[in-house]
């Protein structure tokens, strides 16, 4: 009798877990790109062809732990095991790559790949330069200028000066397969059948429809070894289709669900995933003319903003408020001297100083909004509540929409076009996953348009000693202080109205289990199951 | 007939010529930019000019559309900047799937309407009748991405019978039929509600006519009388179908966009949307040429339904 119930339990057990080995299913997922990410190693559509595409199918030298969710995601090893900045030669980084690792197609990984790939992003005259790749990722490596092999599993980095942001470059540059390439010598036909080293690789690609990609089961690290077998990508840039879709379960996972379905699809059921992550939504003021030039004008706009009524009433709290370039708790937040919280009366009383009057001399402005975009959340009712609060304390703000590439196309030229003239500020959202994002291309005086894009221009030669500093200084913990200074510094000279910060919502079927949200542009799928 | 064939054909090539300047005028007057379009948000304007030098964006736009002309004239339509994919390959696909539902709505709001006019005519001023212009009112007035909306939320959602989105899952001939059965409904609803109203006033003026009163009056069966009056009110029928599946081939932007059906429609949304300049010409031009060639056919169809109509 004995032995009768131990042999069905072990039948059961083994039952249950060759189960379970076959029923980690596939993961359909409805992305906001309006088409596939490009798959031929430096990817567009922004940080979601690197969420998606790139860090799928690819990897670069120094990656992101998006395993997870309760600290901001930090660079730990990804293709190299170690690196270091020449104590001699503060200009030159060695990287010790990782042995055993294959491509997609079988063929090894090592200095030579390192060295194929960034030559198809920076050497224009290579055979095998990406145009197309190199305009979508070159200006994230901007401080790199060469690479040479030391020997197979050694390779050197060069600046063009001593910087410590170099791990902050290096984790965009995705490595391709060189044999991969030879074979195809076309990076368009390497898209279609690309090669990586990354934990999913393609097997099936139908241009502008969908991107279908297996678990790599020979990835070399055993722990991120995909849970899941297939998935499977989907472009569906209209909110209310990715909606339906996931409704009607074509989809298992969608990305920004419209916030006002929010609690409806709560209540059926899905979860809704979200997290800070290096996000920004502001308003960024032209500083060199009326009424934006006066620093109490601008502080009287920042305590103006209901924050909070826009995040409840507008959002469904799918965002939190900002009151600085980063959120609260982030390494780079410090001790700002301002909290802008909403204060009508207070932002009176600075208007009243700087010598505006709502009735006899109000303060007029024109801001430039686009009607949607990537990361721009609900521009047209965000952006007309921010009308109302600033009306109700004597800011009377013009704001113009236009279509988001309009948006961008204008920005980027800067305010003093013939077109920009008459504009006081631009609208537009923010990442902040390094320091050069989050301030060096907006806070440095050496970033004025068109080099970068200071567009403000925001000139402080204070602000340009720490963004300096910072980026001479190896040591992370003490670059994270030098930069929270630079941080509260730019708070209290409010070149910008700090409105939210995204939460990056996403709705997952209840068959998901196992994702983690980061804090983070990235996700981490390899622990993902579907039932 | 062959000479006029000929002439139409010959009369095509300005059309179209003008079509494609138009196009190319527009996209560029319009604000923002193909390179813009596909680079990263962060880029700066150095970047993207370096880029737009890559891409040949910096040449004056008569040159740009000059080179363009040339290669079309050698069947290049080009390659699109946002996939790098020839634009032919991407016509090629969305034509096809487009060419599906222009066929199946049209068939379905042809037999409907057909049936529908001719039923209202010969009950004038009855309930079907009635019924009939209910039916045509309600498919002409109401927006049909509208439409597709409601059947996405019933037949999706709450049902849960039919897919909301895309083509087939590469699940074979079935799930591409569950998956153009909404759009067909959606996308037929307009020309449903043009054809029943079209018939039915055709069919109505033939019924006035007095031959078709000499008819009755000679002892013909109402069946025999039927097909006299269908016969004699064919050419006016003809031309607006033709017309409406030229609609239905172009108009479909709007479906195709709410229902992620990868058609032209679909296609020249995200061409729009991305400035992809050589798609978006290439798109118009191969749909402007199938307008030309439409209404060509309609009209030497015309010629043979009814010898009347002489053609010069």
């Known amino acids: 009798m004995k032995r009768v119930v131990t042999l069905l339990l072990a039948l059961v057990l083994s039952l249950s877990l060759t189960g379970l080995a076959c029923a980690q299913g596939t993961l359909r997922i409805g992305m906001t790109a309006s088409d596939i990410p490009y798959t031929g190693g430096q990817t567009d559509n922004g940080f979601e062809g690197f969420r998606f595409v790139g860090y799928q199918i690819y990897e670069p030298l120094i990656a992101w732990d998006l395993t997870r969710g309760d600290r901001l995601a930090p660079l730990v090893p990804g293709l190299a095991e170690s690196w270091e900045v020449r104590k001699d030669q503060p200009t030159k980084w060695v990287f010790k790559l990782r042995k055993g690792v294959t491509f997609h197609d079988g063929s090894p990984f090592n200095a030579d790949a390192v060295v194929f790939s960034y030559e198809s992003i920076k050497k224009k005259d290579a055979p095998h330069f990406d145009p197309y790749g190199s305009g979508q990722v070159s200006f994230r490596l901007a401080s790199l200028t060469g690479v040479h092999k030391i020997d197979d599993y050694t390779v050197e980095f060069e600046t063009n000066k001593p910087t410590s942001f170099v791990p902050y470059q290096v984790c965009y540059m995705l490595i391709v397969s060189p044999a991969q390439w030879q074979k195809v010598k076309d990076w368009r036909k390497f898209a279609e059948q690309p090669s990586g080293t990354g934990p999913y690789k393609v097997t099936r690609f139908v241009p502008r429809e969908r991107l279908e990609l297996e678990a790599n089961k020979q990835y070399w690290d055993s722990k991120r070894r995909p849970k899941m077998d297939k998935l499977v990508l989907l472009p569906m840039p209209e909110p209310t289709t990715r909606l339906a879709a996931l409704r009607s379960g074509q989809v298992d996972w969608i990305e920004v669900p419209p916030p006002d379905s929010i609690p409806q699809l709560k209540g059926a059921g899905f979860q809704i995933s979200m997290n800070s992550y290096p996000h920004n939504w502001t308003h960024t003021l032209r500083l060199d003319k009326e009424p934006w030039s006066n620093k109490l004008v601008r502080k009287a706009a920042n305590y103006a903003v209901d924050r909070v009524g826009i995040c409840k009433s507008l959002l469904n709290d799918t965002c939190i408020p900002a009151t600085g370039v980063v959120y609260k708790g982030h390494p780079w937040f410090g001790k700002p001297k301002e909290i802008y919280e909403y204060n009508p009366e207070k932002a009176k009383a600075l208007l009243k100083q700087a010598g505006f009057d709502a009735s006899k001399h109000p303060v007029k402005a024109v801001h430039l909004i686009s009607t949607s975009g990537s990361g721009q959340m609900l521009p047209l009712a965000m952006n007309e509540l921010i009308q109302k609060n600033l009306k109700d304390v004597g800011i009377d703000v013009d704001l113009q929409p236009v279509e988001w590439n309009t948006l961008l196309t204008r920005w980027r030229a800067g305010f003093k076009t013939a077109d920009n003239e008459g504009l006081n500020a631009w609208n537009i959202s923010w990442n902040f996953l390094e320091p050069w994002s989050g301030f060096g291309r907006f806070f440095h005086s050496k970033a004025v348009v068109p080099v970068a894009v200071n567009t403000m221009p925001y000139i402080n030669p204070e602000a340009d000693k720490l963004i300096d500093e910072a980026e001479r200084t190896f040591d992370v913990p003490k670059q994270n202080e030098i930069l929270a200074r630079l941080h509260e510094l730019v708070v209290d000279d409010a070149p910008w109205i700090f409105v939210v910060h995204d939460q990056n919502p996403r709705a997952l079927s209840p068959k998901v289990k196992g994702f983690v949200q980061p804090q983070s542009w990235f996700v981490d799928l390899t622990a993902v199951t579907v039932r | ?312």
Do not use: C
């Open chain 2, 1 to 312: 007939m062959w000479t006029y064939a000929g002439r139409r054909l010959l009369l095509a090539i300005p059309t179209l010529l003008g079509a494609s300047i138009i196009v190319f005028a527009m996209v560029h007057l319009a604000p923002g930019d193909p390179i813009a379009a596909v680079m990263p948000a962060e880029s700066s304007q150095a970047e993207i000019e370096a880029t737009k030098k890559a891409y040949g964006f910096d040449k004056p736009l008569a040159v740009q559309y000059l080179v363009w002309l040339g290669r079309v004239a050698q069947g290049d339509l080009g390659r699109s900047i946002a996939t790098r994919r020839a634009v032919i390959l991407d016509v090629r696909d969305s034509l096809a799937n487009s060419l599906v539902l222009a066929l199946s709505s049209s068939l379905l709001a042809f037999g409907i309407g057909t049936a529908l006019g001719l039923l209202a005519a010969f009950r004038q001023g009855r309930w079907l009748d009635k019924a009939a212009s209910a039916i045509a009112v309600i498919g002409v007035s109401v927006p049909h991405y509208w439409a597709g909306i409601i059947l996405i939320i019933v037949f999706s959602v709450w049902l849960n019978w039919l897919p909301a989105m895309g083509a087939a899952d590469g699940g074979g001939p079935l799930a591409y039929l569950r998956h153009m059965t909404l759009p067909t409904v959606a996308l037929a609803l307009i020309p449903l509600g043009v054809i029943t109203r079209v018939v039915r006033s055709a069919a109505l003026d033939v019924l006035n006519q007095e031959f078709v009163l000499a008819l009755r009056a000679k002892g013909l069966a109402a069946r025999r009388v039927f097909t006299h009056v269908v016969k004699n009110s064919a050419p006016q029928i003809f031309t607006v179908l033709g017309l409406q599946f030229g609609f239905q081939l172009g108009g479909s932007v709007l479906v195709e966009a709410v229902f992620s059906w990868p058609g032209t429609g679909y296609l020249l949304n995200l061409a729009i949307f991305q400035r992809d300049i050589p798609v978006l010409q290439g798109v118009i031009l191969v749909l402007a040429t199938f307008f030309v060639l439409l209404n060509l056919a309609v009209d030497l169809l015309q010629t043979l339904v009814d010898p009347r109509i002489a053609r010069h």
